[in-house]
């Protein structure tokens, strides 16, 4: 009896994948949970986790296993789902498709989520898109290559759209970072305000203090957020030195 030749699996790629991939490109790495709410809406999570199970097969996506992450297993783009489906037209781009900072850059997942829920913000552009040519930022790039902030976010004003540097704060740095990166945003014209989120209370208080000692008596250009105390849905208030605030 001849043995039936075992089929060739093969995997079709929609816009639902092609999204997932420019995705991951953006933020480097995201749980399964995130991916659901952010990309694959409506699905659940068991047709969702085949459908990934299947991309990684394929070496599109990866997956990585992380112990103290309360969902264990992340991903992140694969070197075949970026040379097939990230096509970036100009020669300069970013090719980090990990993380190596997992919680960091995690917790920018969900900052994105929450932001975008806001009727003025326009637009949010990660790291790795402001760092590559011919991708989705198509504005002038005149802040990526030397303060590479976490994001821009585009904010609808009352007559025209403002281009933020966003960047969160994780865990406490020296000082000296801090002046020297508070400088530089200073130096800067071109950058209206910084939105800066703080992982918590003390951190968030603590870049303050620094820039209050930098900046002497020019008007504020840092609008401070605790991220300990967001919650989906609601809008996120982010205050300068002064007490002016911005709500998103």
């Not at 075949?80 to 300069?92: A, D, L, M, T, V």
């Not at 960091?104 to 003025?120: A, C, M, P, Y």
């Not at 020296?174 to 020297?180: A, C, F, I, N, Q």
Request: hydrophobic share 30%.
């Amino acid at each position: 009896m001849m043995k039936r030749k075992k089929q060739k699996e093969h995997i079709e790629v929609g816009p639902l994948e092609r999204k997932l991939f420019v995705y991951l490109y953006g933020i480097k790495v995201a749980k399964s949970r995130q991916i659901l709410r952010d990309v694959f809406t409506g699905y659940n999570i068991r047709s969702l986790q085949n459908r990934l199970n299947k991309l990684c097969r394929f070496k599109l996506i990866r997956r990585n296993f992380y112990e103290g992450l309360s969902s264990k297993m992340i991903y992140h783009l694969g070197a075949s789902g970026f040379s097939q489906y990230i096509k970036p037209k100009g020669e300069n781009v970013k090719r980090e498709l990990g993380s190596r900072a997992i919680h960091h850059d995690l917790d920018l997942v969900d900052i994105r989520f929450t932001l975008l829920q806001s009727k003025r913000v326009k637009n949010y552009y990660p790291e790795n898109l402001l760092s590559s040519d011919g991708l989705s930022f198509d504005k002038d790039r005149y802040f990526m290559d030397e303060l590479r902030p976490d994001a821009v976010v585009e904010i609808l004003g009352d007559k025209r759209t403002h281009c933020a540097a966003l960047e969160y704060e994780y865990s406490p740095k020296y000082k000296d970072r801090y002046k020297t990166l508070i400088a530089r945003y200073y130096n800067n014209k071109s950058i209206p305000f910084v939105l800066y989120i703080g992982k918590d209370e003390a951190l968030t208080s603590y870049v303050r203090s620094i820039e209050k000692e930098v900046i002497g008596e020019n008007t504020p250009k840092f609008y401070y957020s605790d991220f300990s105390k967001w919650k989906e849905g609601e809008s996120q208030v982010f205050t300068d030195l002064r007490g002016n605030s911005i709500t998103l």
